[in-house]
């Protein structure tokens, strides 16, 4: 069998980049079983309403993400919506308990993908918007956009 090479989007979380300014990234491997495996092979998959926490063991753990049942799945398919274990190096984990300590910081998965056959997720440290600053990164968007539509328009025309 080939293996297989590249990253492929499985899912992201737009919501998260509307309501956190995102501050640091990290890449981190997720403990699957084989049917949560094969649901994410068929694209199945949402990260609207999940976090991630750490426990006092110094684990990592995805929580509330919804990957629903592999469809040609037996009696021993998964749950859901169980927590899920992250993968990171323990200088990364205390690396990001420094950081969630501080005031308004939290730590929110942006996107679920695949890396050289694996399964990877993009976690982020973010702190929360507050609503004027939502309306001002809207207004900033739409601005550029205007902007470059004016400039296709008058490139057109040359």
Do not use: C
């Not at 079983?33 to 994410?40: D, F």
């Not at 609207?48 to 006092?56: L, N, Q």
């Amino acid at each position: 069998m080939a293996k297989e090479t590249g990253t492929t989007l499985i899912a992201q979380n737009r919501r998260a980049r509307h309501d956190y300014q995102v501050e640091d990234r990290f890449e981190a491997g997720i403990a699957l079983t084989g049917t949560e495996v094969k649901s994410l092979r068929e694209g199945r998959a949402s990260l609207v309403e999940s976090f991630v926490s750490i426990d006092r063991r110094h684990e990592v753990w995805l929580e509330n993400a919804n990957i629903p049942e592999y469809l040609n799945g037996t009696w021993n398919n998964h749950a859901p919506k169980r927590k899920r274990k992250l993968l990171l190096h323990s200088r990364q984990i205390v690396n990001l308990e420094r950081q969630v300590q501080a005031k308004g910081y939290t730590i929110v998965p942006l996107s679920i993908y695949f890396k050289d056959g694996r399964v990877k997720v993009e976690i982020a440290v973010a702190r929360g918007k507050r609503e004027y600053d939502k309306r001002q990164s809207l207004r900033e968007e739409q601005d550029k956009r205007e902007a470059l539509r004016v400039m296709r328009y008058k490139n057109r025309r040359r």
